[in-house]
């Protein structure tokens, strides 16, 4: 068995998924690297087969029918052989320092008394143009070197969530708790960390600047402009996030708070995004999204609405979304995303 599985979900990157790999097998014989070629119509699977057949013992290809981001990470963990699982998308990359320090420390649990479920590290925001790259890093709210539990994470803060490049997780949790992602949707890099966190039950935080995020192509699925054109995927998402954790019982106030504040930060950027657009059919949309949220769970609903971000992207006629959009571009700012 390999220690950790990286799926690598490929559609047409030739142009710069050897940046990727190449930074990958940096883990040597650790590691299974898994590219994942969803139905590109360039030289991706030429250039996955050749990685394959160099590093037979590293690296496996998988060809598939075009089903999108999300069933390529379903391939992804129904074919890993390794103890663990990463995703990383085949436009970014991975720090070699990092990467040789996660997987010592990887060696070292997995030979320990307790079976960790979910390591988290820091990504870099590698944003195209700046100079000055923003690192999502959260040792001010997680213990550091030793396994933790829910009741200890308790004052994470709104924009300090923690995403896909932030997560390795026991891939047999990922098999047991069913997480399966939509198909051909985009986004779904938010069900993948938030599915199966009510599984979780043992963590550790290593603050290496790990995962490299590249932000700034046009064609992006982030990118301001893609997200609206693509607003029923961002609602998909939205709304299966709602169906995970409505009506369900979860005895850790931690756990439940981390998980509505997650929540609460997704349905703010759907909500945001409708009011982006300007049309009267997604301001529907928006009310439509509110009114899920209140059928499938009315104390969410409660807790979300009355919450500041809840109203603030219900500020009443032209003048509130004005508000709303004004402090969004503050948030960009601050934040550094899209």
Not at 120 to 141: A, D, L, T, W
Not at 254 to 276: A, C, F, G, K, N
């Amino acid at each position: 068995m390999k220690l950790l599985s990286i799926a690598v979900p490929c559609y047409n990157s030739q142009d710069y998924m050897r940046n990727c790999v190449d930074s990958l097998l940096k883990g040597g014989e650790l590691v299974e690297i898994l590219i994942v070629n969803d139905g590109s119509k360039d030289d991706t699977a030429k250039i996955a087969d050749e990685y394959a057949e160099k590093y037979p013992t590293i690296v496996r290809v998988i060809h598939q029918e075009n089903g999108g981001h999300g069933e390529a990470v379903n391939t992804g963990i129904r074919n890993a052989t390794g103890f663990y699982f990463k995703v990383v998308d085949s436009d970014d990359w991975v720090n070699e320092e990092a990467f040789e320090a996660i997987l010592k420390k990887l060696q070292e649990l997995i030979a320990g008394p307790q079976t960790l479920d979910m390591l988290i590290s820091n990504f870099v925001y590698e944003k195209q143009g700046v100079k000055r790259k923003k690192i999502m890093r959260y040792r001010k709210y997680l213990p550091q070197n030793r396994i933790f539990t829910w009741d200890e994470v308790s004052n994470m803060p709104v924009g300090k969530y923690i995403l896909m490049h932030s997560v390795i997780y026991r891939t047999e949790l990922l098999r047991e708790c069913g997480l399966e992602l939509p198909k051909h949707t985009f986004y779904v890099d938010n069900l993948f960390v938030y599915q199966p966190l009510m599984s979780v039950k043992t963590m550790y935080y290593m603050d290496v600047n790990f995962y490299r995020y590249f932000i700034g192509r046009e064609d992006q699925s982030v990118h301001e402009d893609v997200m609206i054109r693509r607003i029923d995927q961002q609602l998909l998402v939205n709304r299966l996030m709602v169906d995970t954790i409505a009506g369900k019982k979860i005895s850790n106030k931690h756990l439940r708070q981390y998980m509505l504040r997650y929540l609460d930060i997704i349905t703010t950027v759907s909500s945001v995004m409708l009011i982006r657009s300007g049309t009267e059919e997604n301001l529907n949309k928006k009310k439509d999204l509110w009114k899920y949220i209140k059928n499938a769970d009315i104390n969410i609903y409660s807790k979300l609405r009355l919450g500041i971000l809840g109203r603030a992207v219900n500020l009443p006629g032209a003048g509130g979304r004005n508000i709303i959009i004004a402090v969004y571009h503050v948030a960009q700012k601050f934040y550094g995303f899209n």
